[in-house]
Structures are given as structure tokens and as C-alpha cells.
């Protein structure tokens, strides 16, 4: 019903994946940002001389379309130009019908790529909140196999298919797993739906 009905001009700027940074700056703080290395309006305006030897490319438009760059000397270029210049004709509203993203502009940004140490893919905190309350989170990792594990407020699983298998053993509670609920807090108010991911390292 929201994504037919819900038109608050609002959910395309937080559907923006460069435009939303500013809104999360104002709300809970630049520090809870991935670092910004660069944004442009096409793939031959990057300068990847002056990026560091790891990236991430995104589109600000796209969705679960980031390209990861680990050592630059081994990075696939031509591939990247290919996908990229692919997606910055797309439009995500045509093929999904969800309207906030219509009218996002097609932009690039390049962001430092986060490492945990553990030298496998970060988990995905993602918290469903309803007019500002936090009540379930899933952790996905996007490595080979994607799962989806969910969970209450209190980190006790909770029984949800949303279309990927349940990983076991359970995901370990993240040590800053309180302060993402008090944050998500602080992004939904207002909202009647939205979802709030973290990563956390």
C-alpha cells in the first residue's frame, strides 16, 4: 500500500544514495557516514589515479549494485564501465514500480570500501521501523551464499521468510547493537515505514 499510495516527496531523497548522506548528517551525525571519495554524473569522469587502491562504486539510483574494488592494479575496468554505464541508463522505478525512485538524478559515487579485519564480506544490520519504533532487524551477509537471519529488539530470532535461507548457527549479537536501535530510532520518527542498515566495524 505505501509504495502505491505513499507519495511523501521526502522518500526520494532518502532513496538517493548520495542526497540521503546529507539528511543522515543532520539527524544523527557525519560520523555515522561511510567516507565520501568522489561523486560524478559518468564513469569517464572518474579520476581513479587520485582514489585509493580500495573502492566502492555505486550508483545513486540502483539498488544492490555496488562494485567493490580491492587492489586497483587487478581491478576489471572495462567490466566496471560496462556495468556501470548500463545502469546509469536504467530507471529502478520501470522495472519495480517504486516511485521514489523515478526522479533520483543518475549520479556515481565512489566511497572507501570498510574492512572488519575478519577478511570476509561485512554483515548487513538492516532494522524495519514503524513511525519510529525499531521491531525487527535481519543480518544478511552478501558473500557466495545470502542469508537472512531475523530478529526481535531483545536479538531473539524471530521466525521470518523474506525469501533467502536462514543461516546456522545464528549471526552473534554486534556489540553495538543498542546504540543502531537508538539510531534508527532517531531516522524513523516520523516515517510510517522505513528501513535502517548499518554496517558495524
Do not use: Q
Not at 526520494?12 to 544514495?17: A, C, I, R, Y
Not at 539527524?27 to 567516507?35: A, F, Q
Amino acid at each position: 500500500w505505501l509504495k502505491l499510495y505513499d507519495s511523501t516527496p521526502i522518500k526520494t531523497k532518502l532513496s538517493d544514495k548520495y542526497l540521503v548522506r546529507e539528511w543522515i548528517k543532520e539527524k544523527i551525525g557525519e560520523k555515522y557516514l561511510i567516507p565520501l571519495l568522489g561523486v560524478y554524473d559518468k564513469f569517464d569522469e572518474i579520476d581513479f589515479d587520485r582514489l585509493p587502491d580500495r573502492f566502492v562504486l555505486k550508483c545513486t539510483h540502483d539498488s544492490s549494485g555496488a562494485i567493490v574494488c580491492r587492489d586497483k592494479k587487478n581491478f576489471d575496468f572495462k567490466t566496471a564501465k560496462e556495468r556501470v554505464d548500463f545502469v546509469m541508463k536504467m530507471n529502478y522505478f520501470y522495472a519495480c514500480r517504486e516511485w521514489p525512485y523515478k526522479n533520483i538524478p543518475h549520479r556515481i559515487i565512489a566511497d572507501e570500501l570498510l574492512d572488519d579485519g575478519s577478511g570476509h564480506e561485512l554483515n548487513d544490520y538492516k532494522f524495519w521501523c514503524f513511525n519510529g519504533v525499531p521491531t525487527y532487524m535481519y543480518c544478511t551477509v552478501k558473500a557466495k551464499d545470502v542469508y537472512e537471519n531475523f530478529y526481535d529488539m531483545e536479538f531473539n530470532p524471530v521466525n521470518i521468510d523474506h525469501g533467502f535461507r536462514r543461516r546456522v548457527p545464528e549471526f552473534e549479537k554486534p556489540a553495538a547493537f543498542d546504540e543502531m536501535k537508538a539510531l534508527a530510532t532517531k531516522l524513523s520518527n516520523g516515517i510510517p515505514f522505513v528501513r535502517i542498515d548499518f554496517f558495524y566495524v
